[in-house]
């Protein structure tokens, strides 16, 4: 009896501690989100960046730091999978009524797996599916603004912008709404013909993301909903409406698995997610949580949907098809829309890449700004599935070239280490089954993605098409990171003229070349792009292939320039499309 009391206070002690490093987690992670209205009114934008940085920091920093705490609390039972159960329960009971209670399920996920290292899962000590049914209670404060239809277009639009007015004035309101309500009207009469605005809801919280911010809204009429994403600036002269997107696929890119995490203080999540997965129906609740900033749940939530996905479907993990990588080998399950990455053993030549570059590659990415143009990657570790998903060409090829990383246990396949990112379409297939102005489209759109990623002073490397990625929305973006590299580290070299006959028929080339130089005039031979694609590119792009474009990045880099990137065409910026082009924020 004394001793079954003993061990429940042990279980007691070791979940409120767990608890209190998650109340600890939430504290930070809110402190630092909070800091996002005065860094954009400040137009300080290296800190915003900063506080990105310390927010990503911070929830493994906790983990360390709790994990150490158990340790010493539990002594010698430490790793006594039958007091972990007990503590589990007891932790179930102190979270019951919070309104996270789905990230602190998830907290308390990754303190198991740090001290056990679990290959699979193991349901006594982890929470695999939610302990909790219903959602959670409704938070005190409402989740959204509601604003009465059955007004001018003008009038409800003005409303919302004074209503989320801050320190900052508008540079000229009644112009921003001149705008806005002009494209609201347009929408609604291609999509509803004359059916009028019952109500407009409004997130309460601003989103912000490196300089934007942004209202989060929709438009109900009857049982019709569209999407409202109003994108402001802080021009330095005052706010500025630069956007009003009113598509699904538009609100989907804002919130893109391409892109950096929101800082925008909502409280419990839950309400906010559900809000978000109203406008975007076909967006996973785990990029939402991600998008976010809880890229752990996030990560938490695509795991039960693949272990949803795998026990109502039959089809067989596969090679992916596309050019095979050098440095991951990648497989894909053929209805399920993400991609699984696993390092080779051996990095061939002409790679000279190793393991750990590689890892440090996708941290690099993880902490940098996304800018639209890399696809998020999370981070599995000690995975298992069942041997019978997988192909035999698949089995084979990872037997024989990541034996490192996966091994055969029984009828389970146990993968170690794994990156898993959303399934693109390779740019070279896609070029290769487009129509003419699909392919220039996206022609236009790999080299906005090349000039996106050296404004946020990334360099991709590898610029063959292979390495470049079609989304379900037409955008481009880059997800091969062995060779990624930061664009300041580069240096950027005019191609010297041959003096002779035979410097310029020379098969290698005659001067030198160091590590880290690069010749921009050669760029195009290893893109493959061919015909009126590589024509169209050219006209506007064929500043890339010049050393002094990519020179003068560096030099706004080097002088600490946060550079202007849009999660939308230039185009759909309000005030560009009035005055076609003459006016750049």
Not at 159 to 178: K, Q
Not at 339 to 363: A, C, E, G, M, N
Request: with cysteine; aromatic share 10%.
């Amino acid at each position: 009896m004394a001793s079954g009391h003993h061990s429940a206070s042990l279980a007691r002690r070791g979940a409120d501690g767990i608890r209190e490093a998650f109340d600890s987690y939430q504290h930070g992670f809110k402190e630092i989100t909070e800091r996002a209205p005065s860094r954009f009114e400040d137009l300080d934008w290296r800190g915003m960046q900063q506080d990105a940085r310390e927010r990503l920091d911070l929830y493994p920093r906790v983990i360390t730091r709790v994990v150490a705490d158990v340790r010493r609390i539990l002594g010698e039972r430490a790793e006594d999978r039958s007091l972990w159960a007990e503590m589990k329960a007891a932790y179930t009971q102190t979270i019951a009524r919070r309104l996270d209670f789905e990230l602190a399920e998830t907290f308390f996920n990754s303190v198991t797996r740090r001290i056990f290292a679990t290959v699979g899962i193991d349901r006594r000590i982890e929470y695999v599916d939610s302990d909790f049914d219903a959602p959670p209670p409704p938070p005190d404060e409402p989740v959204h603004r509601s604003y009465r239809g059955g007004r001018p277009t003008r009038v409800l639009v003005k409303e919302i912008l004074a209503d989320y007015a801050g320190p900052i004035p508008y540079e000229s309101i009644d112009l921003d709404v001149e705008l806005v309500a002009d494209r609201i009207d347009a929408r609604l009469q291609t999509e509803w013909g004359a059916h009028p605005i019952d109500v407009v809801e409004v997130l309460e919280r601003v989103f912000y993301r490196n300089k934007g911010a942004y209202l989060i809204g929709r438009i109900r009429g009857g049982d019709r909903l569209l999407p409202l994403a109003l994108a402001l600036l802080n021009t330095g002269r005052g706010l500025v409406v630069d956007s009003a997107l009113l598509t699904e696929d538009e609100a989907s890119i804002v919130f893109s698995f391409t892109h950096s995490y929101f800082h925008a203080e909502v409280g419990a999540p839950h309400g906010a997610i559900q809000f978000l997965k109203s406008i975007m129906p076909l967006k996973r609740i785990a990029e939402l949580y991600i998008a976010l900033g809880y890229n752990k749940h996030g990560k938490t939530e695509l795991y039960r949907d693949l272990l949803r996905h795998l026990g109502r479907s039959a089809d067989k993990f596969e090679i992916a098809p596309g050019d095979p990588g050098m440095v991951m080998l990648v497989f894909t399950l053929p209805s399920y829309d993400v991609v699984f990455k696993v390092i080779r053993d051996k990095i061939p030549y002409p790679k000279s890449t190793t393991r750990h570059d590689v890892l440090k590659k996708y941290q690099l990415v993880f902490g940098h700004d996304r800018a639209g143009r890399l696809a998020d990657a999370q981070e599995f570790e000690h995975l298992a599935f069942d041997r019978d998903r997988f192909s035999d060409a698949l089995l084979t090829e990872l037997r024989e070239t990541a034996a490192d990383s996966v091994s055969l246990r029984g009828d389970q396949v146990v993968i170690k280490h794994l990156y898993t990112q959303r399934r693109m379409t390779p740019l070279n297939l896609y070029l290769r089954n487009a129509g003419e102005a699909a392919a220039h489209d996206a022609a236009l759109e790999y080299g906005q993605a090349i000039k996106d990623l050296a404004a946020s002073n990334i360099f991709p490397g590898d610029l063959l098409l292979k390495n470049f990625g079609v989304t379900r929305h037409g955008r481009i973006a880059f997800y091969d990171y062995d060779e990624l590299c930061l664009l300041t580290d580069c240096n950027f070299r005019d191609m010297p003229e041959p003096r002779t006959l035979e410097e310029a028929m020379a098969a290698e080339p005659w001067f030198y070349v160091g590590d880290g130089d690069l010749f921009p005039e050669e760029f195009i031979t290893f893109m493959g792009l061919q015909g009126s694609v590589r024509e169209v590119f050219l006209k506007t792009h064929e500043d890339l292939l010049t050393p002094d474009f990519w020179r003068r990045m560096q030099a706004r880099h080097r002088a600490g320039e946060v550079i202007d990137i849009f999660p939308y065409r230039q185009s759909r910026r309000l005030r560009v499309s009035r005055q076609a082009g003459t006016m750049r924020m």
